[in-house]
Every structure is written in structure tokens, then in C-alpha cells.
């Protein structure tokens, strides 16, 4: 836009004294470097304080239980156990996705469908969910379908044989209900003072465990 004139804009411009800036202007002096200590230690932030109950202790009796776990002597022989695919209910870590896909090393992240089980109850072993037979109960997660023995045998290593597959009817949100589906229980007492009544916290979990299963550090908020 070409210019217009403003007669008095250009008079109180014409008022103005002539300052030559480069010869006028004072430089200041260069500031004296900052004293070791008030330098900043790291540019990379410090990560959240964890909450007080995120590493739950787990008392001497449990703790036993998982070396027995790992012992291949005690390993249930799910390869003797007959086979067919069926669908799997998840109620601890492998609800997440991307947790099954690791575990089981899918080239995609499965779909998994919001259902429930009847005839069970949630009990927390230290910081692990564990399934125990409660007839009153009802528990409400996912539903996963396994295709191949492999998938499964996958996934009784993770869980370990503290864990024991059972059967159960699963109710899905649309209403329907699936019969023959299995899913991963406690296979010690249900009554063991090792559980407490409480849920598993899938958010706490993803924040602070997941990657390590994954290998995926979680994204910032």
C-alpha cells in the first residue's frame, strides 16, 4: 500500500532530536560469569516424585512363592493340556494393548473388548491382581482371543505358576455371552493372608511399570 501522507504524525516526527545510535548508545559491560554453584546442574527435568504406596512390599511367604514360581521343577506342564482357541479374560497388566503386544510379540496392537465374569473376586497379592472363586463375585475388564497353543503357553510364562488357567462364561457390554473362555487365577489358597481385598490400578501401573515390559517410556503430560 503506498504511503499517505499525516501531516501531523510527520511534524511531531520532524520534532524529534536526531540521535546518532551508534556512537550514543552506551554498550554495557559484560556481565561477571556466575559463581559454580547458581549454574543450573542439567537441562533434562527430574522425574516425578513416586507415590508412597507405588512399591508395594510383599511379605517373606510371597516372596517364596515366586522363587518356587521360577523354578522349572514346579512349572505347571501346560503342554500336556489339550488346545483349542478360545478367548482369555484379562484383569491386571495385559488389559493394556500394547502390554499384550509385547508379551506376545504381535506385528499390530490387538483389539480387546470390554466384558465381565461372574463367579469370581479381585484380590491383590502385594502390588499383583489375583482372580480367586467367590460365588457372589463379579469382576469387570477385558477380552482377548487366542489363535495358537503358542499365544497361550506365551502367556502362562508371564503370569507364572503362581497363576492356573480356569474356565469361565464371559459376558460382553453388548449383552452376549461366551462360554469356554478361560482366564489366569490364583492358584494358591484363596483364603492365604498373602491377599488383601483391593484392585488393580491399571493407570498407576502403565505410569510406572509398563515400560518395562514394553520398553516404551510413557509419554508426557
Excluded at 39 to 67: D, E, G, M
Excluded at 166 to 183: F, I
Aim: glycine fraction near 6%.
Amino acid at each position: 500500500m503506498p504511503y499517505t501522507p499525516n501531516n501531523d504524525c510527520d511534524n511531531q516526527c520532524a520534532n524529534i532530536p536526531f540521535q546518532n545510535w551508534a556512537t550514543d548508545l552506551a554498550i554495557p559491560p559484560t556481565p561477571p560469569p556466575l559463581p559454580r554453584s547458581a549454574k543450573p546442574k542439567s537441562l533434562i527435568p527430574q522425574p516425578p516424585t513416586l507415590p508412597p504406596n507405588a512399591f508395594r512390599s510383599i511379605s517373606n511367604s510371597a516372596f517364596l512363592q515366586v522363587i518356587t514360581a521360577a523354578n522349572a521343577s514346579n512349572k505347571q506342564d501346560y503342554t500336556k493340556s489339550p488346545f483349542r482357541p478360545c478367548h482369555l479374560f484379562f484383569y491386571g497388566s495385559l488389559m493394556d494393548p500394547e502390554v499384550l503386544q509385547a508379551v506376545l510379540g504381535l506385528p499390530e496392537i490387538p483389539a480387546v473388548k470390554c466384558a465381565s465374569i461372574t463367579g469370581f473376586s479381585m484380590k491383590m497379592w502385594g502390588v499383583y491382581p489375583a482372580l480367586v472363586r467367590d460365588g457372589n463375585g463379579k469382576v469387570f475388564r477385558t477380552l482377548w482371543g487366542v489363535t495358537s497353543k503358542a499365544q497361550f503357553l506365551r502367556l502362562a510364562e508371564y503370569e507364572t505358576s503362581v497363576y492356573t488357567w480356569c474356565e469361565c462364561d464371559v459376558e460382553l457390554n453388548d449383552g452376549g455371552t461366551l462360554h469356554n473362555c478361560r482366564t489366569f487365577c490364583w492358584a494358591g489358597n484363596p483364603d492365604s493372608k498373602d491377599l488383601e481385598d483391593g484392585s488393580f490400578d491399571l493407570e498407576r501401573y502403565q505410569k510406572y511399570f509398563k515400560s518395562s515390559v514394553t520398553g516404551r517410556r510413557p509419554s508426557a503430560e
